[in-house]
């Protein structure tokens, strides 16, 4: 199964990606998990992302673009994979869809988390403070600024890849407002 999760920062995308790995036994490619990943080793592609993701923006399509055409041909992802914050723009998604076709593989389903603004900002709160209090490390994106900043870059330059899906007939949209367990049941219906 190859399935896109779409939807703002902190919509549940990572947390429902999570527990489709387990039912499912496919990897959750999360482009934002492997930058973190680079920044904190200080490679090239971290060195390059680590200002611009501090401060909410989007790292260039290139640089994505690269790391998930590699990632998809590790043998993990044979059975499948969940894209968890990628495709991000259009012209990634374009590129997406170019890789795939190359590598002779298609999608399953492109699914879209609804949450309301003012929740969204309530759920990196809360992430934080759960953070804190569990002795991690927060988010150098997790701050009012970055979180606004990437509020906008979701509105300006994600958003459109709702139309983008809603085209080609893949998009399904589920209520992210609804608690984890019921979100879940119904990404799970749309699987089914
Ligand atoms: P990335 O790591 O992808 O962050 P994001 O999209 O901003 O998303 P989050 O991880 O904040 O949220 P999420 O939707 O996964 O929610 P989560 O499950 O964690 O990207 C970070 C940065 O990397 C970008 O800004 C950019 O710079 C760069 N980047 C990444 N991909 C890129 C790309 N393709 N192109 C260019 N640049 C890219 O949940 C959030 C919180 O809410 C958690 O605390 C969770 O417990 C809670 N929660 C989850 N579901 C529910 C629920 N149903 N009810 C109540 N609480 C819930």
Redesign the pocket.
């Known amino acids: 199964m190859r399935l896109i ?1 779409l ?11 999570k527990l489709l790995t387990e039912r499912y036994g496919i990897p959750q490619l ?4 492997m ?2 990943a680079a920044v904190a080793q200080a490679t090239e592609v971290g060195k390059r ?1 680590k200002a ?2 501090d401060a ?6 290139e ?2 673009n690269e790391i998930v055409s590699d990632r998809i041909d590790q043998p993990d992802c044979a059975k499948g994979f969940i894209l ?6 259009v012209p ?1 998604a374009i590129a997406l869809g170019k890789m795939l076709e190359g590598k002779g593989l298609k999608l399953d389903a492109v699914i879209e ?1 609804k949450v309301d603004e003012a929740a969204l900002v309530k ?2 709160e ?2 934080v403070a ?1 953070t804190i209090a569990a002795g991690g490390t927060v988010r150098s ?2 701050n009012p600024e970055a979180f606004k900043r ?1 509020l906008t ?1 979701y509105r300006e330059k994600t958003a459109p890849l709702s139309e983008h899906y809603a085209g080609t007939g893949q998009l399904r949209t589920v209520d ?5 367990n019921t ?1 879940t049941a119904e990404i799970e219906k749309i699987l089914a």
Do not use: C, H
Request: aromatic residues 4%; without cysteine; hydrophobic residues 35%.
């Open positions: 999760f939807g703002p920062p902190g919509a549940g995308k990572g947390t429902q990606a999360s482009t934002g998990d930058l973190r992302a611009v993701m909410g923006q989007l790292v260039s399509d640089i994505v968890d914050g990628y495709p991000r723009t990634q988390l759920r990196m809360n992430r759960e994106d997790d990437r870059e992210g407002m609804a608690d984890v979100v």
